[in-house]
């Protein structure tokens, strides 16, 4: 049911060109399609206004494959929203979701030049540990 608020909040960043390593907009169908095939374990958080019920931001967790005490983040909030502070209140809620999970690391990959995204995962604690492909890795310990 809130596939079509998440593509409407997601596709103007994506249309920004300097916000997202995505570079396609996604339709309801695709989001559809990724709610339903996300993995065990994965943990997908959302913050709303209160008064009206928009869809203000939301971040996702998923399990790597290969290390299954390590996730991948993705952080999304409105243009029209950003530096309220709805990033670092999913991040909270975020941490205690994968500590229950048994998450030891959650893994950020942001493009190079989005300074901004960089601010914000270091603000919150990640470390940049490389680089690749004009991608910056930032680790989280959760332990």
């Known amino acids: 049911m809130d596939a079509g608020a998440i593509a409407g909040l997601i596709n103007p960043i994506i249309a920004d060109g300097r916000l997202t390593a995505m570079t396609e907009t996604i339709t309801v169908s695709d989001q559809e399609s990724f709610i339903r095939s996300l993995p065990n374990r994965s943990v997908y958080l959302a913050v ?28 999304f909030v409105d243009l029209n929203a950003s530096r309220r502070g709805i990033g670092k209140a999913l991040f909270r809620e975020m941490q205690e979701q994968l500590r229950r ?42 332990d």
Request: hydrophobic share 35%; aromatic share 8%.
């Open 48 to 75: 709303t206004d209160d008064a009206t019920g928009t869809l203000l931001g939301l971040q996702d967790c998923l399990p790597d494959p290969d290390r299954p005490k390590q996730c991948d983040i993705s952080t």
């Open 101 to 142: 999970l048994g998450f030891r690391t959650i893994r950020a990959v942001i493009r190079e030049e989005n300074a901004g995204a960089r601010a914000f995962y270091r603000a919150l604690g990640f470390i940049e540990t490389g680089n690749k492909n004009g991608k910056v890795i930032a680790s989280y310990r959760l």
